[in-house]
């Protein structure tokens, strides 16, 4: 799955083992950190660390897009 966060005031977050996608403060999305594949974001958007975390954890690789730059995140698997 990916996650397109487009616009502003937008946000990806951990909470209870999901992952949360707000606008301001409200919740508009929310699912299984397996899920996640991709995670692109458009404008002034930002996820935290923890939700990275958390996906990290869950997949193998995820993919992170931000406008010119894209980082591709590896679970540590030496902490298993």
């Given at each position: 799955?990916?996650?397109?966060?487009?616009?502003?005031?937008?946000?990806?977050?951990?909470k209870?083992?999901?992952?949360?996608?707000?606008?301001?403060?409200?919740?508009?999305?929310?699912?299984?950190?397996?899920?996640?594949?991709?995670?692109?974001?458009?404008?002034?958007?930002?996820?935290?660390?923890?939700?990275?975390?958390?996906?990290?954890k869950?997949?193998?690789t995820?993919?992170?897009?931000?406008?010119?730059?894209?980082?591709?995140?590896?679970?540590?698997?030496?902490?298993?």
């Amino acid at each position: 799955m990916k996650i397109i966060i487009q616009g502003y005031n937008k946000s990806i977050h951990k909470k209870n083992n999901q992952i949360i996608v707000k606008e301001k403060e409200d919740t508009i999305y929310k699912t299984s950190p397996k899920k996640v594949t991709d995670i692109l974001i458009i404008g002034k958007g930002y996820i935290t660390f923890d939700a990275l975390t958390l996906i990290a954890k869950k997949q193998h690789t995820i993919n992170f897009n931000k406008l010119l730059w894209t980082i591709r995140l590896h679970p540590d698997k030496s902490k298993r």
